[in-house]
């Protein structure tokens, strides 16, 4: 056994709310903030994980348990072990406590503009009656407020064993990522105290996001008119100009759309970490990675036990991790390496989703990741039949960095230059932009195959090959002019093209600029100064009151690549249908007064959506109130009276779903052409009002397939 990772697949906030996991602080000497009492914000569920306990020769073991911050009851559970018929389990409970007592009951979440109660919880754990003085401090992380609010102090009388709420009204910033609280209770005498340290994650429920995006390369002065989309709020976002020596270093566009990509699955997140370079996020990946396998060794969506292992899936997260240099974990990785070994051999097999004939293709995936790892045989090739020029151009690709990699293969010589000459006749430059002449039959979106994704992987194959060496940067141009507002169209797309550019970045030196670039909007100039910052830089412009020039010249050596992007929070005004209908309504379940949300109350809703054509892997978000909580994750306190009405309709069922603080989440792996329904139960928990972003269906490797519809605010009254 190993250490187990820790998981939250489904959570509540109605104690406490997690903070900032970080270890060793408990050791620290007091003292510093001024003579302010230390704050309690060490709040992690699991105090400790030990697989493997030696007993003493009496068979009894001491083990030290470390406490943090929480108050509240623990449960320790031992579980023994001996041989194939000795085993048992034992446990016991321990209470931490204090005479004053502060419990959070802040919203996880909160969204930019949402009007909502912070409330906490006094509690009087002693035996004789207190009056006691509540005092709070917030502040804003990422931007600062220009005015933080000032929170009144409250005073409280409590009898012995009482606890009462105490709260102040706030709104929520616009531009901060989070809202650091600092709360202290304490006796007029100074008898008794507590302090606690929250933190409150803000998100925006009309995010800035990329709505265009231009890129150029400053040959001569450019010049464009700009204006902010009509439906915008205003005074969000703004027009940005990025000037690179290398078209290969401009991918600020692609980190911005994976750092927001919202949703989960074990492709996502190894995408995301690839892109990112997130080291964090790929040790957290990794540590889940054996619960996402099958028996068989495959890797599965997400870890749930009755889907089974998918061998595309399985293939991308070994290449992946190859070509960007990260290890996965020896285990993980040999079962993963055997059981696509097994797929090839065919002792284990996987259907396709679709009635399709795509063995071939998915054998010749699952080779090219083996030949990384030298797990090839030429008897593996045996299994399928070898045509190349039959083959969508995704699996050219393939079989070209299996015979790389594979010396032994027969033929290899011979084949390698089959394979580059089918790819060199499939290219196609269409001014600038780089396509391929079979792109209408590329787009395997049931194996995660993007027409994008050809490009790039294309590029990453033929960049060593010096009979291309020539055709590089061409293909790096048009690999890159394919992106629409600045990013590719999918997960793997983006990773697969960052790896891309980091590897034309090394191996071909950029040019180097001298002199200045100047970009002029409505009347404002800004310019990168090439001697000082020879990585090129970001200019920054806020959006003209009307539709204004904007010019971009260089003054000097080299041209300079400039990607001008436009961002704007635009509110989704009107329902959007492409290849999804989305009908929501919501319905009453508990609602202490007719017509109107009170704090307390339960709703449920219900979404109709139709689908227009068959699709794999199709998630539906649809996002609740700061606060809420979703009911049916199964924790305490959580009603399952509430939510045994609820109803699913169609031929579909999930795959897995997510119940987060901010949206439920239902992922499913194949929904076919027609009606289905799901519906979810929330109960209201804080008073406030609240915005709400959009409902959206959405078709996760073929993104130009979705339906949106605008959600209005949700107002809740105390109860």
């Known amino acids: 056994m190993q250490r187990r990772p820790t998981e939250v697949a489904t959570a509540t906030a109605q104690s406490q709310v997690v903070g900032k996991r970080h270890f060793g602080k408990k050791a620290a000497r007091p003292g510093g903030g001024g003579g302010k009492q230390s704050g309690r914000e060490l709040f992690d569920t699991l105090l400790l994980w030990k697989a493997r306990v030696a007993l003493d020769e009496r068979g ?66 002693s035996d004789r009656k207190l009056a006691l ?62 302090r606690m340290r929250i933190r409150q994650r803000v998100s925006a429920a009309h995010p800035v996001r990329v709505y265009q995006a231009t890129l150029a390369q400053l040959e001569r002065p450019l010049e464009m008119s700009v204006a902010i989309p009509a439906d915008a709020i205003r005074g969000r976002g703004g027009v940005s100009v990025t000037l690179r020596a290398s078209i290969a270093a401009e991918l600020d566009g692609v980190r911005e759309y994976m ?88 002792r284990v097999v996987r259907h396709s989703r ?72 499939r290219l196609n430059f269409q001014g600038t932009v780089m396509e391929f002449s079979t792109e209408r039959s590329d787009a395997l979106w049931w194996l995660m195959i993007s027409t994008d994704q050809n490009a790039v992987r294309a590029l990453l194959a033929l960049l060593d090959d010096p009979a291309w060496r020539e055709d590089v940067p061409r293909m790096v141009r048009g690999a890159a002019l394919r992106q629409q507002r600045g990013h590719w169209n999918t997960t793997l797309a983006n990773a697969w093209g960052v790896l891309a550019m980091e590897k034309f970045a090394a191996q071909f030196e950029a040019t180097a600029m001298g002199g200045a670039t100047t970009a002029r909007l409505a009347g ?53 249908s492409s290849g999804y209908a989305i009908k929501r309504t919501v319905t009453a379940v508990e609602q202490k007064t007719r017509g109107e949300w009170t704090r307390g109350d339960v709703y449920r809703v219900t979404l109709d959506i139709e689908a227009q054509s068959d699709m794999t892997w199709v998630v539906v978000s649809d996002p609740i109130p700061a606060g809420a909580a979703i009911l049916g994750t199964g924790l305490g306190r959580d009603s399952q009276l509430l939510t045994q009405a609820e109803k699913r309709q169609g031929w579909v069922w999930p795959a897995f779903e ?25 109960r209201l928990n804080n008073e406030g009002s609240f915005d709400l972003p959009s409902t959206r269906v959405e078709a996760m490797y073929a993104p130009e397939m979705f339906g949106e519809i605008p959600n209005g605010k949700v107002v809740v009254k105390p109860r």
């Open 133 to 194: 003085e509540v005092n709070a401090e917030v502040t804003a992380e990422g931007k600062p407020l220009a005015a933080p609010p000032k929170l009144a102090a409250q005073s409280v009388e409590l009898a012995p064993g009482e606890a009462r709420e105490v709260g102040w009204a706030l709104t929520a910033p616009v531009n901060a990522d989070a809202l650091a609280w600092d709360v202290a209770v304490r006796t007029q005498d100074g008898s008794a105290s507590d």
């Open 354 to 425: 679709l009635p399709t004939a795509d063995l071939a293709i998915r054998k010749v995936a699952a080779l090219e990741a083996l030949s990384r790892y030298g797990r090839v045989e030429p008897r593996l090739l045996d299994s399928f039949a070898i045509e190349p020029n039959l083959w969508p151009t995704s699996a050219v690709i393939d079989w070209l960095g299996l015979l790389d990699r594979t010396a032994k293969l027969p033929r290899r010589a011979e084949r390698i230059a089959e394979a580059k000459q089918i790819l060199r006749s």
């Open 524 to 576: 404002r100039a800004e310019k990168v100064d090439w001697f000082g910052a020879p990585q090129g830089g970001t200019l920054e412009f806020p959006w003209p009151a009307g539709a204004a020039p904007l010019g971009v010249a260089h003054d000097g050596r080299g041209k300079p690549w400039v990607t001008i992007t436009s961002r704007a929070a635009l509110p989704l005004k009107a329902p959007l």
């Open 60 to 125: 009894e073991a001491r083990i030290e348990v470390p406490l943090n911050d929480s108050l509240t009851a623990f449960r320790i559970v031992a579980v023994a072990h001996a041989g194939a018929g000795l085993f048992g389990t034992g446990g016991g409970s321990i209470r931490t406590t204090q005479d004053v007592m502060l419990h959070a009951g802040l919203p996880p979440v909160v969204r930019e503009g949402d009007e909502f109660r912070a409330g906490f919880t006094v509690r009087n754990a």
């Open 658 to 682: 997510e119940r987060s603080f901010e949206a439920f989440r239902a992922y499913y792996e194949l929904v076919p052409k027609g009606k289905w329904a799901v519906e979810y139960t929330a």
């Open 259 to 346: 750092r927001r990509y919202p949703y989960t699955c074990l492709e996502q997140r190894t995408s995301r970490s690839i892109a990112l370079r997130d080291d964090e996020l790929w040790r957290t990946t990794m540590n889940t990675l054996p619960a996402h396998l099958d028996r068989d060794g495959l890797a599965r969506y997400f870890p749930s036990d009755w889907l089974e292992g998918s061998d595309a899936l399985t293939a991308y997260v070994l290449a992946i991790a190859h070509e960007a240099g990260w290890e996965i974990p020896a285990d993980a990785r040999d079962r993963m390496l055997r059981g696509l070994t097994g797929f090839v051999e065919g």
